[in-house]
Nanobody, 129 residues
Framework: QVQLVESGGGLVQAGGSLRLSCAAS????????MGWFRQAPGKEREFVAA????????YVADSVTGRFAISRDNAKNTVYLQMNSLKPEDTAVYYCAYTSSYYRFLSAGIQQLAVYAYWGQGTQVTVSS
């Protein structure tokens, strides 16, 4: 079993920055992959970014490339999502997710919801204009 707890969400003005954290516990492994997803009201959950735990290879959605960055701190068992140049359309509940599958180099398949077996409770991000 793996438990994920997101934090760092809040209200921020357009153009501002926010850093989300996801602390993992339980039967985690360095041979695994972590992802960030988001879901706005009335919309489907969409992929944002992913990172493999050991190597640090990343995969970022086209919609946030250049603005968002995913990283991890193995000592803290925590994954981060740094969000810069935030826009009102970034407003959503942000979720972290975990899969025991390991990818040395991440590919497009990592954006699929079905890949992930564990999910956090989500943290709200609201961007005002």
């Amino acid at each position: 079993q793996v438990q994920l707890v997101e934090s760092g969400g809040g209200l921020v003005q357009a153009g501002g920055s926010l850093r989300l954290s996801c602390a993992a516990s339980g039967r985690t492994s360095s041979s695994s992959t972590m992802g960030w997803f988001r879901q706005a009201p009335g919309k489907e959950r969409e992929f944002v970014a992913a990172i493999n735990w050991s190597g640090g290879s990343t995969y970022v959605a086209d919609s946030v490339t250049g603005r968002f960055a995913i990283s991890r701190d193995n000592a803290k068992n925590t994954v981060y999502l740094q969000m810069n140049s935030l826009k009102p359309e970034d407003t959503a509940v942000y979720y972290c997710a975990y899969t025991s599958s390991y990818y040395r180099f991440l590919s497009a398949g990592i954006q699929q919801l079905a890949v992930y077996a564990y999910w956090g409770q989500g943290t709200q991000v609201t961007v005002s204009s």
